[in-house]
């Protein structure tokens, strides 16, 4: 199934709307065109590329193209820089390509799928987008990056979890379909903080335990006071600054938040369960991406559906935990425990089936030695 090409965009509104709210003239003025170009109802629909990917062999090549907008809003841009090309002197040009190329990569080795679509879909990317642009996103077809404002934050090509939680989306477009409101959008963006920490961690060699499980660190100017966007460690902690306001994400479902914008919550609430999947890979130990990621992979790529909610999450990974490592296992244990943690419970039904299952599954017994033939004359 293919999903409704949206903007999904890695700074949420509030952060916006606060520097539109607390900051001088001229950052009203970049938050609020920022706001429009962010939210605007772009849904490009791609009929020629999912025509293209079901009718081309699957690729294991990469396949980047990099365009510039040059501070303008035409897209794609001028063309500079294709698959196999030299280095240019444009840092962000060769940030956005050698970022895709990272997550290409992390989800082909990883989790064996061939770019976002898994047909070898060209990853095209448009930075110098617009002037001063505070965001970066996937607009159903490519991804867009702003240089920032160089006041709250520097150029969005050049943090690599940011890429990869971008281009992540394109993988749910291709797979779950998540919607994006309320609790299915928050999974969709709590499924791109996932694999967005976890391309950081596999590119950096990092263990669950000695990463910052941060978002977008290195995004924020010395002038704020913050570590980035968010954070799976301790949502709610990210970032306290006296114009960007505070980090609002819950880490437990008392503290669920209710409300109608930010698509009834989607960047605000995702904090729930990154927190859940923070605690299971980090019980885990080792490397995050080796088995909690692989939970998650798997699904994202065929167990959840454009409505599914958190429930169905918590329930779709402890199941596919004892599928792939055995009921009962330390992952299928430490999933429980991580959504647990968060105030979701797998529900008794899940775990009822699963024990049904085994029950109804009989042992193996070799079959019965066939009746000896009479000797042939």
């Known amino acids: 199934m293919y999903g409704i090409p949206t903007i999904c965009s890695i700074v949420p509104p509030h952060i916006l709307r606060a520097i539109a709210e607390n900051g001088d003239a001229e950052d009203r003025v970049r938050a609020l065109a920022a706001l429009s170009m962010s939210t605007q ?24 193209t990099i365009y510039d907008a040059q501070q303008g809003r035409d897209l ?5 820089r294709t698959e196999g ?4 002197r444009d ?9 895709a190329g990272r997550t290409w990569e992390y989800f ?6 061939r770019s976002l679509d898994d047909h070898g879909i060209r990853l095209e990317s448009t930075v110098h987008f617009g002037e001063g642009f505070n965001n970066a996103h996937w607009n159903g077809r490519q991804m867009i990056y702003g240089d920032g404002d160089g006041k709250y934050f520097t150029r969005f090509t050049s943090a690599l979890d940011v890429i990869a939680h971008e281009l992540t989306h394109g993988v749910t477009q291709y797979t779950s379909a998540l919607g994006f409101s309320g609790q299915c959008g928050a999974l969709a963006e709590h499924f791109s903080d996932v694999f967005g920490v976890l391309v950081k961690q596999y590119a950096l060699k990092q263990s669950a335990r000695r990463a910052d499980w941060i978002i977008g660190a290195g995004l924020l100017t010395n002038r704020v006071s913050g570590d980035g966007i968010r954070s799976m460690k301790a949502p709610g902690s990210a970032y306290h600054d006296r114009i960007l306001g505070r ?13 109608y914008s930010d698509d009834r919550g989607v960047h605000i609430n995702s904090g729930i369960p990154n927190h859940a999947f923070y605690r299971v890979a980090t019980a885990l130990g080792g490397n995050a991406w080796s088995v909690a990621g692989k939970i998650w992979y798997a699904v994202l790529a065929r167990e959840l559906g454009p409505r599914s909610g958190f429930q169905h999450c918590g329930d779709a990974t402890w199941r596919v935990a004892g599928e792939l490592y055995g009921a009962g296992s330390e992952p299928q244990q430490a999933v429980l425990e991580g959504w647990k943690a968060v105030g979701i419970r797998v529900s008794e039904q899940t775990i009822e089936r699963a024990r049904t299952r085994r029950r109804v599954r009989a042992p193996f017994e070799p079959p019965a030695p066939a009746a000896e033939l009479p000797q042939l004359g």
Do not use: C, I, W
Request: charged fraction near 30%; hydrophobic fraction near 30%; aromatic fraction near 4%.
């Open 91 to 99: 840092v962000s040009v060769n940030e956005a390509y050698n970022g």
């Open 108 to 113: 082909r080795r990883v989790h064996g799928r």
């Open 41 to 64: 109802p772009r849904m490009e629909r791609q009929a020629v590329t999912l025509l293209a990917g079901a009718l081309l062999l699957p690729s294991d090549a990469k396949r980047r």
């Open 85 to 88: 090309e030299l280095r240019t």
């Open 247 to 259: 980090d609002p994400q819950p880490s437990h479902m008392r503290r669920y938040v209710k409300t």
């Open 76 to 80: 794609p841009g001028r063309r500079v």
